[in-house]
């Protein structure tokens, strides 16, 4: 595994951009501007983890069928969360639809 510009090996900056989800995404952005690999997880980790957020937000305000829907949100991104990371620490690069490819075109590392 290479190592990052901040000093830590690729997988786990990788799992790192998904560990406060969206959060952790924007600070690995930040922080990060070497590792296309790292800055791939770090924008799909934004777009992922910002939009379930934002949903899980809309839903919950609705009485009922958007609570049981906001649920079922809030456990589909936690499955997704541990995915996504386990995917990040084996070094895999696990590219989700829409976010994914929305993820390589600002990390750079889209194939033309």
């Not at 949903?55 to 649920?71: A, E, T």
Request: hydrophobic share 55%; glycine share 10%; net charge neutral.
């Amino acid at each position: 595994m290479a190592e990052t510009s901040t000093g830590l090996k690729e997988n786990v900056a990788g799992l790192l951009c998904y560990l406060f989800t969206w959060v952790t995404g924007i600070i690995f952005v930040l922080i990060e501007q070497e590792n296309k690999t790292v800055r791939f997880h770090a924008f799909q980790s934004i777009v992922v983890f910002g939009a379930i957020n934002l949903v899980w937000i809309i839903f919950w305000w609705i009485p009922f069928l958007g609570w049981i829907i906001g649920f079922i949100v809030w456990i589909g991104g936690l499955i997704l969360w541990i995915v996504l990371m386990v995917k990040a620490y084996q070094g895999e690069k696990y590219k989700l639809p829409i976010a994914g490819d929305l993820a390589e075109k600002w990390a750079g590392t889209a194939s033309k």
